[in-house]
């Protein structure tokens, strides 16, 4: 398959609609990273997806509407605090899962009773979904296990052959992938932190959000958990990394005692004698989430061996890069 790669103009976006109309894949950007947008509604469209990713087939795909008629289709119930967080955060990077009704196939929930919504806020995913009149599936435009792709042209290296058009709408502006709330039990669940944070949500819902586990400790081997993606190798770089959780003397003696390459936040890259990464200000978590994938990318293209990260700040959108550097890790922190 031929891979075409296009800026969103009026021409571009009726053949991404038509391509999708025909049970077919589309990269297109969000907010958040780049998604391979299909038809929800149809089970063999969600299959196209799985393959294009080479994806766990137990991993559900989050469905993207565009108004709340459509969360009336795709959702059986909407309780209150759903409503509550929709007014608050959508549209916007927030994933809410709620009870699914039939039209949505098991092959794009994976089989589970549930469906995460996401109501997205970039203009060309909007438009895509509002014309072609279709809740459309949409995981990270990543081959699974890589990391999230926030531009397009690494979309199109991870993608080319298996699906047909990349939509090329710059690169994203959060860069790490929508928090993602369960609503669906008796109390807000928490599964993957982001860039609306649980303070948020507890501030519009006055209650208690739990922290699923596995957002900051490793599950152990075959742990009940209530959300895939917690379970599945993410974010992986070839490069082994290790986060330092230290002071900056501490941390420099060590990567320059071992040679090792460092991904550094921007303040500290010149003080350094070995090569380096940088992913963020250190005062700043949200540079450090629109920055981490496609840094943890760099290392691979450098050709990095071991390679120690700066440990991130874990409050608010810190949490959401904490999250993601530790799955990069393989959960290895080292305090010194
Ligand atoms: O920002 C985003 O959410 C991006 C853009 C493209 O919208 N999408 C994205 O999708 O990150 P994906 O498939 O890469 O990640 C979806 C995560 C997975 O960890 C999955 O296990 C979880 O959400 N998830 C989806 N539906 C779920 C459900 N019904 N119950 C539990 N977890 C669910
Ligand atoms: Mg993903």
Known sequence: MDTQIFKPTQDSIKS???????GGVVAIPTETVYGLF?????????????????????????????????????ALEIPEDAIKLAEA????????????????????????????IR????????????????????????????????????????MTGRIPLV??????????????????????????????????????????????????EELSQG???LS????????????????????????????EDENATALCFDEYADKLNVSSVCYGSVKDSASQ???LFQALRELDEIGAGRVYAMMPSTEDVGLAVYNRLLRAAAFRVVNL
Not at 89 to 116: M, N, Q
Not at 133 to 144: D, F, I, Q
């Open 16 to 22: 991404a609609c038509d391509i999708i109309k025909n």
């Open 223 to 225: 742990e009940k958990v």
């Open 119 to 158: 109501m997205p806020s970039h203009p060309v995913v909007l438009e895509i979904i509002s014309k072609t009149g279709l809740p459309l599936a949409g995981p990270s435009a990543n081959r699974s296990g890589r990391p999230s792709p926030t531009d397009a042209q690494t979309v199109y290296n991870d």
């Open 38 to 74: 299909a038809d929800a509604t149809k089970s063999e469209a969600c299959a196209n997806i799985f393959t294009a990713k080479d994806r766990p087939q137990d991993n559900p795909l989050i469905v993207h509407i565009s108004d709340y008629d459509m969360l009336k289709r795709v």
């Open 228 to 255: 895939p993606g917690l379970k599945h190798k993410h974010y992986a770089p070839k490069a082994d990394v290790i986060i330092v959780n230290a002071e900056f003397d501490k941390y420099k003696q060590l990567v």
């Open 289 to 291: 989430a629109v920055r």
């Open 89 to 116: 955060f959508w549209p916007g990077p927030l994933t809410i899962i709620l009870k699914k009704t039939e039209l949505i196939p098991d092959t794009t929930s994976a089989g589970l009773d549930t469906v995460g």
């Open 167 to 216: 939509l090329d709408g710059g690169d994203c502006n959060i860069g790490v992938e929508s928090t993602v709330v369960s609503l669906a039990g008796d109390q807000p669940v928490l599964f993957r932190p982001g860039y609306i944070t649980k303070a948020q949500m507890e501030d519009v819902l006055h209650k208690e959000v739990i922290l699923s586990k596995g957002i900051t």
